[in-house]
């Protein structure tokens, strides 16, 4: 019995480690995952192909993807930005929704709901109303005679919509974790069932990634070809790409099925089949990326005038891209990025706050930089080193006074902190 006692101890500490190395190597990824938000958006000024710069009250207001059009400019961060269009997104409302399932068994709906709109909802709403406008200030000085503060917010006022830049992902979050609420309540056997189909995916990868790619084409082809892959829609502060709301739904639900079986088990196990077989996920990804490039290339410039069979082949190859390109990160980061690092530490625990400010730092950097006889790479690089450390150190400040005062108000006496 003490030997059967003894064993079990020492599956259950295997299990713990394993367990320990999948959430080390998931945190090290949302930390490189923000890296590559802030790299990409650093790049944007200095892409080739950029619509031509239209006024700021003019449809289809192009600068609110492109605010700063630099006249120096390198084709290779059109591709690096490719790269990351296709699948980036995607992954991270995947990795949102790994641990939605779990928290929403252990803190009850109604303290989840109340959770993520203090956490997202307030966010975003502050976001929108503050930070949006001074991200896209240079925006409107650089394709305005006369620039000043105030014919900006007459500008600004006067447009269709309210601008947000990259906040659009916490709207859409926020609606995806009420749509968990909303199932969870009343269908109390979701998780039983998501752990079902996670077990199934854990000893079937092939048929995972068949299965997951087939429902995205379902979800994404039919809306791309009757609204193009690149047109938004926006109503108040409410940005939509017409063609991705489906796919986006879809990947946040298989990130809560897979983590609704918890973190180290399955395909999100260290020594997985995902992880194990990293290499073939990072050709497949590489492969169907180049697939999808060159059938889209076939659509450009134009995307309305180009051959439909053109257009079909590229719809139906982006969906198996985006997912291969996620189960690609997940492989390589559970494979190899699974040992504590102070710096990914730093900036997994950062990431949320340098998402809400560092589209201010990159804007306002290329607009400074405008006037300066520097390459395409040297003024990326100098984008994406100063926006790194401003939003690292902003939000690495933030969470610090918010700590203290945590701290503060847990020595003080509980009728000062209820009164």
């Not at 930005?81 to 997104?89: F, G, N, P």
Request: glycine share 6%; with cysteine; proline share 5%.
């Amino acid at each position: 019995m003490g030997l059967s006692k003894l064993g079990a101890n020492s599956n259950e500490s295997e299990t713990a480690s394993l367990m320990s190395k999948s959430s080390l190597a998931l945190s090290n990824l949302r930390a490189v995952v923000i890296v590559i938000v802030l790299a990409f958006h650093s790049c944007l000024a200095y892409l080739v192909n950029i619509p031509q710069p239209v006024a700021f009250t003019q449809a289809p207001y192009t600068w609110e993807a492109f605010p700063i059009a630099d006249a120096h400019r390198w084709l290779g961060f059109d591709i690096f930005c490719a790269t990351q269009d296709v699948s980036l997104m995607a992954l991270m409302f995947f990795l949102s929704g790994l641990l939605t399932g779990p928290s929403l068994e252990r803190k009850g709906t109604r303290v989840y709901l109340l959770d993520r709109l203090r956490r997202i909802g307030l966010p975003f709403v502050l976001a929108v109303a503050f930070l949006s406008p001074i991200s896209l200030y240079p925006a409107y000085a650089v394709r305005t005679a006369g620039a000043d503060l105030s014919r900006f917010w007459d500008a600004w006022l006067s447009l269709p919509f309210w601008p947000t830049g990259p906040e659009w992902f916490l709207w859409q979050l926020l609606v995806l974790n009420l749509m968990a609420v909303g199932l969870y309540a009343m269908w109390p056997a979701l998780l039983r069932v998501c752990r079902g189909f996670a077990d199934w995916a854990g000893t079937r990868p092939l048929q995972y990634f068949a299965v997951l790619s087939g429902v995205a084409i379902l979800a994404y082809a039919p809306l791309a070809l009757i609204y193009s892959p690149w047109q938004w829609q926006e109503v108040g502060p409410f940005g939509l790409q017409l063609c991705r709301p489906l796919i986006y739904i879809l990947v946040f639900f298989a990130g809560f099925s897979l983590g609704s079986r918890g973190i180290g088990h399955g395909l999100l196990s260290c020594e997985g089949p995902l992880a194990r077989q990293w290499l073939g996920w990072t050709c497949a990804a590489l492969l169907m990326f180049f697939v999808w490039a060159g059938l889209t290339s076939l659509t450009m410039p134009d995307w309305q005038s180009a051959a439909w069979t053109a257009k079909i082949a590229s719809v139906l190859t982006y969906p198996p891209a985006s997912i291969a390109g996620g189960l690609f990160m997940l492989a390589v980061f559970l494979r190899f990025s699974r040992r504590r690092s102070r710096v990914l530490d730093s900036l997994s625990a950062n990431a949320y706050g340098m998402y809400l400010v560092h589209y201010v730092f990159v804007v306002w950097l290329q607009y400074m930089l405008l006037p300066a006889d520097l390459n395409a790479l040297t003024k990326a690089f100098l984008v994406f080193a100063g926006s790194m450390a401003l939003s690292w150190s902003a939000s690495a400040g933030f969470n610090r006074l918010v700590a203290g005062s945590e701290a503060l108000a847990a020595k003080r006496p509980a009728w000062t902190v209820s009164r």
